[in-house]
């Protein structure tokens, strides 16, 4: 026994905790992490090679879920009509504490586990946003707190959402609207990051939708005025958007991919396509950007006297910051501290940092005050935010790469392959389970979360933007 202990002890000078500080329950929830970190840094490794994009993930889903199962917990394959979606609960009744993983890789960021660009196989997928440690480290907490209530620690239910498709489909929107949270009192979410953080930003809501163009094909230089041209349409559409970002807000973007503008240079094409993407802090003032930019595809059509079609993707939310939720948080980092690194660790951030062109300074572990919550935070898009109009949301940033690495790149693909990505990794799943002890503890935390809930949604309905059934299958 007494060899247990200074195990313990060692455990948590390791990761700057300081034991006299942190309760019975979260000693036992650190340990668990802890003795479950080979193999949650194994199965995060697996999913780092496998890297499967949205809607693929077939077989991340599974090497997640057979561990749930092995680890005792009551898995649900396939929920939301979705394959690779999946649930893993444990325990019964209140409150119920929900925690999110998501596992897709991002296309053509294959990356060696070297500090310069590197391909491990040209053109193939790679986990960019780190993916491969976000799904890994929530299922390493929900075992934890799992395991307290097999010693009689704490009751209620501990709920694993397995999340696919976040980089492209939005995934979760279909799993809210089956009401895959709907039992639930409060979600735990995470993201890899370059810094610690209890994150009380918001991001931007988005919407995607597919424009098509239907011409006339003809011979582009023998009797090109018997043909109507699509790419003529398409070019005068985007033309159109190019204007058009001149006059929205500063806050608001506009992207678009181009998918299909004609295939030989010896015909007017009688076909083309984009993929248009509309965002904003703030889905009400992204909504009137997006009408707009439909109205501009009829504009374009017209002038080049073609048909157009447009198709809904999906759309999301902005994510409805807890404060609250970011307090508790935040007081289990500060137990914990600072991730430490080896020189070997440092130096393989600062060579990251020179071939991105970034000050070498290596990776940001720090803990910091709770920041003040931003009314237009800027960055990107997550369906998280749908699930924070559903259900209390808290939500966490921990360091996998180098401070100030180009996200969705193969920097962040090098770092969640070894140890700097693993050591996030499992400081996240600590901090989340901790935090979610204080909440099977505390009903009046949860109370507080959840009257701020209530307050910052005000009489919002929220309305999920998705016309029709996941689109499995489709590229």
């Not at 394959?83 to 296309?107: M, N, R």
């Not at 294959?110 to 310069?116: F, L, W």
């Not at 440690?133 to 704490?154: C, N, P, R, V």
């Not at 090109?224 to 973007?253: K, Q």
Request: glycine share 8%; proline share 5%; net charge negative.
């Amino acid at each position: 026994m007494k060899n247990q202990i200074l195990t313990i002890l060692c455990i948590f000078a390791a990761f700057g905790v300081t034991a006299q500080k942190i309760s019975s329950n979260k000693k036992a929830v650190i340990a668990s992490v802890e003795k479950h970190k080979t193999e949650l840094i194994k199965i995060s490794d697996s999913i780092w090679a496998l890297a499967e994009t949205a809607f693929n993930e077939s077989e991340s889903s599974r090497i997640l879920a057979d561990y749930a199962e092995k680890n005792g917990m009551n898995v649900t394959r396939g929920v939301a009509e979705i394959p690779t979606a999946f649930t893993a609960t444990y325990g019964s009744g209140s409150p119920v504490i929900s925690i999110l993983g998501e596992f897709d890789a991002l296309p053509g960021l294959s990356q060696k586990t070297s500090p310069i660009k590197e391909p491990l196989t040209p053109d193939a997928p790679g986990h960019g946003c780190g993916h491969n440690m976000f799904g890994t480290s929530s299922l390493g907490s929900a075992i934890a707190i799992k395991e307290l209530m097999d010693a009689g620690k704490i009751k209620g239910t501990v709920k694993f959402l397995g999340t696919p498709a976040e980089e492209k489909y939005f995934a979760k929107v279909w799993m809210v609207k089956a009401g895959l949270w709907d039992d639930v009192d409060v979600n735990i979410s995470w993201h890899p990051g370059a810094n610690i953080e209890a994150d009380v930003q918001s991001g931007l809501s988005l919407i995607d939708f597919i424009v098509e163009f239907y011409g006339q094909a003809a011979h582009a230089s023998a009797d090109p005025w018997n043909g109507r041209s699509a790419s003529d349409a398409l070019e005068l559409y985007t033309t159109g958007i190019n204007y058009y970002r001149e006059h929205v807000l500063p806050s608001s973007r506009i992207h678009y991919h181009i998918q299909d503008g004609g295939q030989v240079v010896n015909v007017v094409p009688d076909y083309a396509k984009l993929w248009v993407r509309v965002r904003d802090p703030k889905r009400k003032v992204m909504l009137p950007t997006y009408e707009r930019v439909k109205a501009m595809a009829e504009g374009a059509a017209i002038m080049a006297n073609v048909d157009y079609k447009i198709s809904l993707v999906s759309g999301i939310y902005e994510t409805l910051v807890n404060r609250s939720g970011g307090e508790i948080m935040q007081s289990n980092l500060e137990l914990l501290g600072p991730i430490t690194y080896t020189d070997e660790e440092t130096t393989f951030g600062k060579a990251i940092q020179k071939a991105t062109g970034k000050e070498e300074v290596g990776m940001d572990s720090s803990i910091r005050p709770l920041r003040a919550t931003l009314e237009n935070p800027g960055g990107g898009s997550t369906d998280v935010g749908d699930v924070s109009w559903n259900v209390p949301n808290i939500n966490l940033s921990a360091t996998v790469a180098p401070k100030d690495t180009p996200w969705h790149s193969w920097a962040v693909v090098a770092c969640g392959g070894m140890s700097i990505g693993h050591k996030g990794m499992v400081y996240a799943s600590k901090a989340m389970a901790m935090t979610m002890v204080d909440l099977f503890e505390n009903q009046k935390l949860i109370d507080k979360v959840t009257e701020e809930f209530k307050t910052r949604k005000g009489d919002e309905v929220y309305e999920p933007m998705i016309d029709g059934p996941p689109p499995i299958g489709e590229n």
